[in-house]
């Protein structure tokens, strides 16, 4: 009779033995679980800060107000590596054509980033990049108003109703 009930009170350690065990492995997988998830969110954040400062410094990049004569082709510059005046048009689109590839570079990446951000964060922060696209775009137009400028000096149809006043 003592020894059934030592092999009863074994039996009920091995049971519950194994119930704890199977909880704390239940408890360690998540624990894992959170902290991979933590991880992939971690690093998809950092990318997506990562892309957005290289569009801030693309945005640098194309609005720098200097433009250096060994920007422009060297057939359009004279020997003392200024651009000819006969190539003025030509020349400044050649330069602002060569400063968007680094926008269009920097913007391919964050829309390829935002696209993993959507689909792990879902569309709650869609509107900044909305706003990214919306001052690229101004940029673009800016850019061609002003080469439109160049082209036709005297025109004065680039203005727009407001600066006309």
Request: net charge negative; with cysteine.
């Amino acid at each position: 009779m003592a020894c059934d009930i030592l092999i009863n009170i074994k039996e009920i350690a091995v049971g519950i033995s194994a119930v704890a065990v199977a909880y704390f492995a239940y408890q360690g997988l998540n624990t894992w679980q959170r902290e991979l998830k933590g991880k992939t969110e971690y690093q998809l954040a950092k990318d997506v800060l990562h892309a957005v400062y290289k569009v801030r410094e693309a945005f640098k990049h194309v609005r720098h107000l200097l433009i250096y004569g060994y920007e422009y082709p060297e057939e359009m510059t004279t020997t003392s590596g200024h651009l000819s005046p006969e190539y003025e048009h030509e020349g400044t689109a050649h330069v602002y054509q060569e400063r968007w590839k680094k926008m269009d570079e920097a913007f391919s990446e964050l829309e390829e980033i935002y696209l993993e951000a959507l689909v792990e964060w879902g569309s709650e922060f869609q509107n900044n990049i909305i706003d990214l696209r919306k001052c690229r775009g101004e940029l673009l137009v800016a850019i061609q108003q002003l080469l439109s400028r160049y082209k036709d000096p005297d025109e004065e149809n680039w203005m727009n109703e407001e600066e006309k006043k």
